[in-house]
């Protein structure tokens, strides 16, 4: 199994992101997906979930209206689309399958 999150970076409050998160070694269309995020001395937090299928999706409090995780089974990859983005935001973004296996992370910085 092998995740690889791409499209963090430095972006100003106010500013949008797109991370992606490809995936591979595993029939992706039958698992769960998520996000996660950690900052400095924070424990690792959900963000945001979904379904097999795309059908259902949930979020953290502090991220709803803001984020929209999407996924395309045709090309093995789940999205994160973070708009709004806040200094609170900052933190790195790992990618999660539902039975445990992270990617290495993608570092996201809000800072004007």
């Known amino acids: 199994v092998q995740l690889v999150e791409s499209g963090g970076g430095l972006v100003q409050p106010g500013g949008s992101l797109r991370l992606s998160c490809a995936a591979s070694?595993?029939?992706?269309?039958?698992?769960?997906m998520s996000w996660y995020r950690q900052a400095p001395g924070n424990k690792r937090e959900l963000v945001a979930s979904?379904?097999?299928?795309?059908?259902?999706?949930n979020y953290v409090d502090s991220v709803k209206g803001r984020f929209t995780i999407s996924r395309d089974n045709a090309k093995n990859t789940v999205y994160l689309q973070m708009n709004s983005l806040k200094p609170d935001d900052t933190a790195v973004y790992y990618c999660?399958?539902?039975?445990?296996?992270w990617g290495q992370g993608t570092q996201v910085t809000v800072s004007s």
């Open positions: 999660q399958q539902v039975l445990g296996y």
């Open positions: 070694g595993f029939k992706f269309s039958s698992y769960l």
């Open positions: 979904i379904t097999s299928d795309g059908r259902s999706t």
